[in-house]
């Protein structure tokens, strides 16, 4: 379990990193932890690992400041960022020093690094990997202590869809052996198929703590969408029934307020074909853009 | 709170903390950089083949040297060269900015902090593993210096044995400077956390600031006493500076030793407090 209390990060006078988050990360799910890039998660993971000081606040894990530990790898793994291995050494050196910094067997190496896949590369300098290659090194490493807490930040940088897979249905069996599970990433998609819960936030500050379900219903809201050669009759007709109509792009109507029931049985009546009846529900991910819309702090400019 | 089963891996019986279980971890990463091996190779050829380069220039004009100009010579001049130390001070204090520096850059040291929190433990293995390492390798290299040169100089009796005086100070001071400038490459690192700039620093100081420091003045002359490179020059001659500079503020030999242990101190404290309290 990972409790933040207040956690906050000052940069200088005007640069708040993380503002004032206080939340739990619970054992036997998947927390995904969302927000823009900027947002704060990396510093947020850091300052859960002892990394990073806060400035006010306080981060444990398992109700022990990290700082305080005198070994780390059997309370918490982590994979912070994939470049945090020294490009020089084979992947088999980099864990074993970490193991043995740890007191933890050769043998416990060589296991993790068939778990991800890398035995028959174990022995190559970490330099001339892919960067999918080096998040499984980091993962192996946050693997090796077999720890009740893992955070990992962005693991699905640089995976292939193969490998993106893989990770997901690690995560989720990490979770499923009642470990607690914390995942960043600034891409909803990457982590609304394996996360159970989600901690979103923007420019440090939390925005939402609450399970995928009860984000979802955030999305809500429902459209149909028809296809029709005549959108001025069924348009007319649809209004007087009380529904809402929109002409959406490829001349499409959008139409909120009715069931898709209705519609068909409305364009029958009027003896209107229809070529596309489908029900549209907004994704995750917009749930999420128009969620931190307002605290993206590098917005591209639209184009003109 | 749900109640959740606690993952099995609670029941292990945590194991003790122990301080030598950091010294392995720190050798394995030693050794696991090829920069580690070539550096050392540098070292050691650098202190044998110069010495053998510079007993051999000695041997060949031997018999054509005046007997004051023999008198003056101390045979260690040729088994621990001025030119072979320059080589050994910019590779030991390379290794030392690599051991450091190249963690930092890298974010390895991001790793290794989160793997144990105890930060004044991975310094204090860090510092120990590499001084050990480099007092035995600049052992071995001064030993050999000196038995290889002097044995070539034996040849034209120019040479002297282990129980002169001066000898064993010579080659002592010789194979402490290896551990000292990997020391000063370490606390440069730490404080610079970048391996290049922190090797071009710490050629400017262990090199190229002592000629720019001369003894004509009382303060001048403590300032280059206190360098680290001008100490080990002053260890190495057994009689000190030679006699037509004796207007000089000349360099105690305690006073040189004094130096060499003020700069491992300080190193390490550097390096230390540096790693200590820094974000890695």
Excluded at chain 2, 71 to 97: H, I, K, N
Excluded at chain 2, 238 to 265: E, F, I, K, Q
Aim: glycine content about 8%; proline content about 5%; charged content about 20%.
């Amino acid at each position: 379990m990972i409790e933040l209390d207040g956690l906050t990060r000052r940069y200088g006078r005007n640069t708040t990193a993380v503002d004032d988050l206080t939340l739990t990360v619970r054992p036997g799910r998947v927390t995904g932890f969302l927000g823009p890039n900027g947002a704060g998660k990396s510093t947020t993971l850091r300052m859960v690992l002892g990394l990073t000081t806060p400035t006010s606040g306080t981060a444990t894990v398992g109700g022990v400041r990290f700082r305080e530990l005198a070994r780390g790898l059997r309370h918490a793994g982590a994979l912070l960022d994939a470049a945090d291995v020294h490009g020089g050494r084979s992947a088999r050196a980099h864990l074993a020093s970490l193991a043995r910094s740890n007191g933890i067997g050769a043998a416990r190496v060589d296991e993790v690094l068939g778990q991800v896949g890398l035995d028959d590369a174990a022995d190559r300098r970490v330099g001339a990997f892919s960067l999918g290659m080096r998040q499984r090194v980091g993962i192996a490493a946050a693997l090796l202590g077999d720890p009740p807490v893992l955070m990992f930040d962005e693991p699905f940088n640089g995976l292939d869809p193969e490998g993106v897979r893989w990770v997901r249905e690690l995560f989720r069996r990490l979770a499923a052996e009642g470990r607690t599970v914390f995942v960043s990433s600034h891409l909803m998609g990457e982590v609304e198929h394996c996360a159970d819960h989600l901690v979103v936030i923007g420019r440090g500050r939390l925005i939402a703590d609450e399970s995928l379900d009860e984000f979802a219903a955030r999305a809500g809201h429902a459209e149909v969408v028809v296809r029709t050669p005549e959108p001025a009759t069924l348009t007319t007709a649809l209004v007087d029934v009380g529904a809402d109509v929109r002409p959406d792009a490829g001349g499409v109507l959008a139409v909120t307020g009715v069931s898709p029931e209705r519609i068909a049985e409305l364009a029958l009546g009027l003896r209107i074909p229809l070529h596309q009846l489908t029900t549209r529900t907004a994704s995750l991910e917009e749930a999420f853009m128009e969620l931190t819309a307002a605290d993206v702090e590098y917005a591209a400019r639209e184009t003109r | 709170m749900t109640t959740v089963t606690r993952p099995a891996t609670q029941t292990v019986p945590t194991h003790p903390a122990r301080f030598r279980d950091l010294l392995a971890a720190e050798w394995i990463k030693l050794w696991s950089l090829r920069s580690t091996w070539a550096a050392f190779a540098l070292i050691l050829l650098a202190m044998v083949g110069l010495a053998v380069h510079a007993a051999l220039a000695t041997h060949a004009g031997w018999p054509d040297w005046s007997a004051e100009r023999r008198a003056l010579r101390s045979p260690l001049w040729d088994a621990f060269p001025t030119e072979a130390q320059m080589f050994v001070v910019l590779a030991a204090s390379g290794v030392g900015a690599v051991a450091i520096g190249g963690e930092y850059a890298s974010g390895l040291m991001r790793t290794t902090f989160a793997a144990v929190p105890r930060r004044y433990a991975v310094a204090t293995a860090k510092l120990t593993v590499l001084t050990g390492v480099l007092t035995l390798l600049g052992t071995l290299g001064a030993a050999a210096a000196f038995a290889v040169s002097q044995a070539i100089l034996a040849d034209v009796d120019a040479s002297m044995s282990i129980g002169d005086p001066g000898a064993l100070r010579g080659i002592a001071a010789s194979a402490l400077l290896v551990p000292l400038c990997a020391l000063v490459g370490m606390a440069l690192a730490a404080l610079i956390r970048h391996t290049a700039p922190a090797i071009v620093t710490a050629a400017t100081v262990l090199l190229l600031l002592p000629t720019a420091v001369n003894e004509d003045e009382r303060w001048s002359a403590l300032l280059r006493h206190a360098m680290l490179v001008p100490a080990w020059q002053r260890l190495r001659d057994p009689t000190g500076p030679p006699p037509w500079l004796t207007d000089l503020h000349a360099a105690s030999v305690s006073g040189a030793w004094t130096t060499y242990a003020a700069w491992a101190v300080v190193a390490a404290l550097v390096t230390t407090l540096a790693l200590h309290r820094r974000a890695p």
